[in-house]
T-cell receptor, first 113, second 113 residues
Framework: KQEVTQIPAALSVPEGENLVLNCSFT??????LQWFRQDPGKGLTSLLL?????REQTSGRLNASLDKSSGRSTLYIAASQPGDSATYLC????????????FGAGTRLAVHP | EAQVTQNPRYLITVTGKKLTVTCSQN?????MSWYRQDPGLGLRQIYY???????DKGDVPEGYKVSRKEKRNFPLILESPSPNQTSLYFC????????????FGSGTQLSVL
């Protein structure tokens, strides 16, 4: 059974720092992996989607990498800003169960001025 | 504007009183899904639908029903709510193409007393 783990559960950093959020999954047979951002009291917003055949995706200050063989993905945030404060979740779509997304519990990020 | 709309935003009810949470998307997506989010557990899939009249169970379907009579709508029905269904609920939709990016509604906070 696919399990997705995110470490750390919470992170507090000063503004301007570069940081890495980690996501690991137990079954490497994935179709894709998606990173989301969740603001308090709001829904999830898709940040980046990496297909299983890709190694990384970039959007602005965000870069997500995927290493299927080791069951890991990282979300790199460059030059963090207070507006980046949110919970970040990763989710994998399994190859054998296209219709199901398995989510990690998220990393709660606080960027302080 | 492309969006997934859920109603109501907040709902307080009592045990056993049937309720429906509505979900509508305007992106002509084939795939729709319901999730519940509980502290420390991340998002867990309740039901999903691949198209009109095609629905299937997710990981935690007990106590819930869904229907997909129209492509844009995917209501979640709790026939006899219980306190353990107190949770934050999200509806999501996506296309079924190469990069099926998931779009989320703003969530429904349900409290069952």
């Amino acid at each position: 059974k696919q399990e997705v783990t995110q470490i750390p559960a919470a992170l507090s950093v000063p503004e301007g720092e570069n940081l890495v959020l980690n996501c690991s999954f137990t079954d490497s047979a994935i179709y894709n992996l998606q990173w989301f951002r969740q603001d308090p009291g709001k829904g999830l917003t898709s940040l980046l989607l990496i297909q299983s055949s890709q190694r990384e995706q970039t959007s602005g200050r965000l870069n997500a990498s995927l290493d299927k063989s080791s069951g890991r993905s990282t979300l790199y945030i460059a030059a963090s800003q207070p507006g980046d404060s949110a919970t970040y979740l990763c989710a994998v779509r399994h190859s054998g169960g296209y219709n199901k997304l398995i989510f990690g519990a998220g990393t709660r990020l606080a960027v302080h001025p | 504007e492309a969006q997934v709309t859920q109603n109501p935003r907040y709902l307080i009810t009592v045990t056993g009183k049937k309720l429906t949470v509505t979900c509508s998307q305007n992106m002509n997506h084939e795939y729709m899904s319901w999730y519940r989010q509980d502290p420390g557990l991340g998002l867990r899939q309740i039901y999903y639908s691949m198209n009109v009249e095609v629905t299937d169970k997710g990981d935690v379907p007990e106590g819930y029903k869904v229907s997909r009579k129209e492509k844009r709508n995917f209501p979640l029905i709790l026939e006899s709510p219980s306190p353990n269904q107190t949770s934050l609920y999200f509806c999501a939709s996506s296309s079924t193409g190469y990069e099926p990016k998931l779009f989320f509604g703003s969530g429904t906070q349900l409290s069952v007393l």
